[in-house]
């Protein structure tokens, strides 16, 4: 009987030591997790709003339509294409 006894005292024992091991990793996990929180943030802000468009140029516009009206003319463009840039431009 002392062959068993001595198995389960040690049984009992490294039980034991498992136990409060676990339980002091747990701690100072715990404990390092609070040293190392970072620290608070500052509050998010949203960005700026982009700047309004800028007011179209009319002179611009004017010759951006002469060159679609020019090409048009001399076949690159068809009525079809001029119609839509020049609905593009005047943004309708």
């Not at 676990?22 to 040293?35: D, F, I, K, T």
């Not at 970072?38 to 709003?49: D, F, G, K, S, T």
């Amino acid at each position: 009987m002392g062959l068993l006894r001595g198995v389960a005292r040690t049984a009992v024992v490294a039980g034991t030591a498992t136990a409060v091991s676990n339980r002091v990793s747990r701690r100072q996990a715990g404990r390092w997790a609070a040293q190392e929180a970072p620290p608070e943030q500052e509050p998010q802000y949203a960005a700026p709003p982009p700047p309004p468009p800028a007011a179209p140029d009319p002179d611009a516009d004017l010759a951006r339509l002469q060159q679609l009206g020019e090409l048009r003319a001399s076949g690159v463009l068809t009525e079809q294409e001029f119609q839509t840039q020049k609905s593009r431009i005047l943004g309708l």
